[in-house]
């Protein structure tokens, strides 16, 4: 690793291309791709929310379906965004060389990174959005706070696109990526209180799930779709912040040192 | 005055892990002219290509390209030129027509503009009636020509090319030939990586050959065969070869080499050695006058590259 694979981000608006490249793919497959994404989520929310949900009391104060429709929006937010980082990145930064077509227009690196984790931001924000429609539908929630979500989703977006491009950056191959999976996000996952209040937790994983982004992204989903006022906004926003920007960044340099050697 | 060369080389070196890759190299492509930079595998044709680009810094040297300082300026450099990489990266998700149209947009051209562009391009390319087809629909040949089409999309006063014609057959070859001379009368600067002679000898006007890092000749075609090599060779070759040279062809060559099971006999007065041959009917040869893989091989070597 050399000193000037760390040097800060210099972006140009021309990432907004990258951006538009990957769109225009997406155009071709919107509906299987919409269909797709939404169809686990669904599964878990509807399957979970409404089987389980019969058995058991009201969990935080709402029916079960309700508290896990804001866990889902906020996992199916990092589902998304990690597949696309991860497995799509992938293509087209190893398989597809891609990037390296772009790079060799009057875009950098940095310019192509950008791109992509704006891009997968903005898909994993229609994931997100998804479920929020369904549960809007069902009743599930019905507050003019949940406005607060969308925002939110795209930031946890960013979170989960950058930590993907990190993998993506250090993989050799796609295998790797089930390391990850199996690792870091269905962990997660369960642990962040997408599917039981963190509080159930011993103290020590409690501890532990206060480092993870998902948490911090449920529990600022969680009230909002229930309509009140979360705790501690600043904290969970600077969290979040920080994981998207640190994420990004990581990523920039290991895929700096893989790519412009 | 001379005009500003369009790209100017000068005490390149680079090295990965401790291994000097480029070690100290020096050239200039002057406007118009298509310039080839010729070696075997691992000569450091493509890391020299990369750091022209910009897209690796070199451990010391200079680079200009239209007088910008490469890698410094070397997006703004980068509006100007095209590249042809050694392996097409055209986009299997999209069309014909739509790999041209985002190509463009990253230069900023807007959507209209590229649309503009696009039939005389698909012309170009010989694929005005494969605007609508898949990449994945398209022969070795007309991706090629398609990546080149791609590189001309911001109309760029100077081309990369990285080994346009590896695995293109001699159809296909010839007609990406006949594209570049085309955009050679239109005044383009071609720079060109190739380790097919007879592409370098038909389409360079100048041309450098790397080896190990180092750039070990460099001229015009034509010139570095007389600078460096005899102008007749024989290449005999058949079961007795070996001993026939041993009893005679080196002796009454100026220099005789073996590549394989042929021998090379160069010489300025083939005729003695032909006449000995004629005598001899279970030896095989060919006459012919030297050529620029004949320089090729006594500078970088028979010795096989990997």
Redesign the interface.
Known sequence: MKT?HFRLPEF?L?FV?VW??NL??WR?LAIPSILGNLADPMIYMLGLGYGLGAMLPDVGGMSYVAFLAAGIVCSSTMMSASYETMYSGFSRMHV???W?????????LDDVLLGEVVWAASKSFLSGMAVLLVALALGLTNSALVLWIIPLVFLAGLVFSGMGLIMTALSPSYDFFMYYFTLAVTPMMLISGVFFPVEQLPPAIQAVTLALPLTHAVALARPLMSGTLPHDIILHLAVLTAYAAAGFYLALVMTRRRL?? | MTPLPHLNVSKLRKS?DGHEVVSGIDFELRRGECFGLLGPNGAGKTTTLRLC?G???PDSGTITMFGLPVPQNA??A??R?G?V?Q?D??????TVR?NLL??G????LATSEVERRIPALLEFAGLHTRGGSKILELSGGMKRRLTLARALI?DPDLIFLDEPTSGLDPQARHLIWERLRNLMNQGKTLFLTTHFMDEAERLCHRLAIMDRGRIVACGAPRELIARHIEPQVIEVYGEDAERWAQEYGMRASERCEKTGETFFCYTHDADPIVHHLDARPNLRYLHRPANLEDVFLKLTGRELRD
């Open positions: 000037k140009s021309r291309h538009r490249r225009l793919v071709k597809q060389k891609t390296d077509g772009i790079m060799n227009a009057p875009l950098t412009l050697k | 990965y680009l897209l690796t810094d997006r703004e980068r509006v030129i590249v990489p392996n990266n055209l986009d299997p998700d999209f739509e985002v190509y947009r990253y230069f900023g911001n």
